[in-house]
């Protein structure tokens, strides 16, 4: 089931962000020659109009293929490439623009239907269900070695002192700790560390009171454009810290999850309820959009750098060289891939 339902995100994600692409090209009133999910090998395929339908073997993307792309037809008005600066990146940038608009949508219903929040003052009298929620396990610690998972609810507690005293006073002994894990309730045994690391507690995890708080649908509206804005602008946070950190070690950081990982997320977020998913969903869109706006070869944002490029120098990028460096990006970006996919599939065991 989690694998049906990953299938389903991704197919949602990359839908929404090529048919932005699309429906900016046709407005244009360009030729697309291919709208694909995934990347070749094709599986099949099937026209309608001008434009080949197709289902292709690695599901990491999708394309629009757009006549033109390639510096060629430049005489030819449905094609990209006889189109000025302006339209042709308005063409590249609806797609991470549709991706930003679909977290928008799904955060205004999450809002206005419930979504779980860490709860304050105001919010604690207007929540249901409220809990005691794993919200960040650490690495190696007695949390994620006896199987604690994120989004965990810890039961017979009502406040995160009572909790966290319970677990100091039992440093180094065995505790039981009742958990609900969707409409599951397990007993998990842990031993709390004596002198856990600096940073961390002796059971290694995060906890946050949490409960549902649903709005009128006008708050909603509001909310959900604001949380989108708010939280892209973490996201742009973090993949900076990611990126240094990455120039700095030379290492992909463990922050980072590939397909599995994303996989796995869900699962767990389907488990815990259609809500969780939902903010799950709208988060991976909202890390799609500033992902794909990155200036890197391959990704709208290393487009969008090369028709920055040609509206300052007056001229087009030669189109071989152009090509040949998406052509590499894209390669790099797929390896990239595989290697983190490969460290998820390890992390599982």
Do not use: C
């Not at 046709?26 to 434009?51: D, N, Q, Y």
């Not at 750098?305 to 300052?312: M, P, R, W």
């Amino acid at each position: 089931m989690t694998i049906l339902i990953f299938i389903a995100v991704l197919a949602i994600l990359i839908l929404v962000h090529e048919w932005g692409h699309f429906i900016a090209a046709k407005k244009a009133g360009l030729t697309v020659e291919e709208f694909g999910f995934g990347f070749p090998p094709r599986i099949f395929s099937w026209k309608s109009g001008e434009t080949v339908y197709s289902l292709n073997l690695l599901p990491l993307g999708g394309f629009v293929k757009i006549m033109g792309e390639d510096g060629s037809e430049i005489k030819n008005s449905k094609s990209f490439s006889s189109k000025p600066v302006w339209i042709r990146g308005l063409i590249t940038i609806n797609g991470v623009a549709m991706n930003f608009l679909l977290a928008v949508f799904l955060l205004i219903i999450g809002f206005y239907i419930g979504l779980p929040q860490g709860l304050d003052e105001k919010t604690k009298s207007v929540a249901k269900n409220i809990q005691i929620q794993v919200v960040a396990i650490n690495h190696a610690s007695p949390a994620e070695q006896n199987g604690i998972k994120l989004g965990d609810s810890i039961k017979n507690f009502t406040e995160i002192s009572a909790l966290q005293e319970f677990i100091n006073k039992n440093k180094g002994k065995e505790i039981i700790l009742e958990v609900q894990r969707g409409q599951e309730i397990l007993k998990i045994k842990a031993i709390p560390r004596m002198n856990p690391p600096e940073g961390e507690g002796a059971l290694g995890v995060a906890l946050v009171k949490t409960g549902i708080v649903s709005y009128p649908w006008y708050q909603s509206i509001w909310l959900g454009i604001k949380s989108s804005f708010m939280v892209t602008w973490e996201i742009i946070k973090g993949f900076a810290g990611l990126i240094k950190n990455l120039i700095v070690s030379g290492k992909v950081p463990q922050e980072i999850s590939g397909p599995v990982g994303i996989a796995v997320l869900t699962g767990q977020a389907a488990n815990l309820g259609f809500v969780y998913l939902l903010q799950l969903v709208a988060l991976i869109s909202l890390n799609l959009t500033v992902l794909n706006l990155l200036p890197i070869p391959a990704l709208d944002g290393g487009r969008l750098l090369f028709l920055g490029i040609e509206k300052i120098k007056g001229s087009k990028v030669n189109p071989k060289v152009e090509n040949w460096i998406h052509s590499i990006g894209l390669a790099l970006l797929l390896l990239l891939a595989v290697l983190i996919t490969w460290r998820d599939i390890l992390r599982l065991n």
